[in-house]
């Protein structure tokens, strides 16, 4: 079977064989599909203040 994951930051779905793992010095794992997600996290940006994240679709009630 195989794992499929989801981003840390948009919240979409990594197909297999795409996208990236980040590890943090604490051991603490990131997925991201794209850079545009990678980079987003990189500036510090809330993916709930984003608006085509899962997380801010859902906080503004179109989820």
């Known amino acids: ?3 499929t994951r989801i981003c840390s930051f948009c ?3 990594i ?4 996208g990236k793992m ?6 603490t794992i990131f997925y991201f599909c794209t850079t545009k997600c990678e980079n ?9 203040r984003v608006r085509w994240t899962t997380a801010g ?3 503004r009630g179109k989820e």
């Open 40 to 48: 987003n996290y990189d500036l510090g940006r809330v993916p709930r």
């Open 22 to 27: 980040f590890v943090r010095k604490d051991g």
């Open 15 to 18: 197909e297999p064989g795409t």
């Open 57 to 59: 679709r859902k906080a």
């Open 1 to 3: 079977m195989v794992d």
């Open 11 to 13: 919240g979409t779905v």
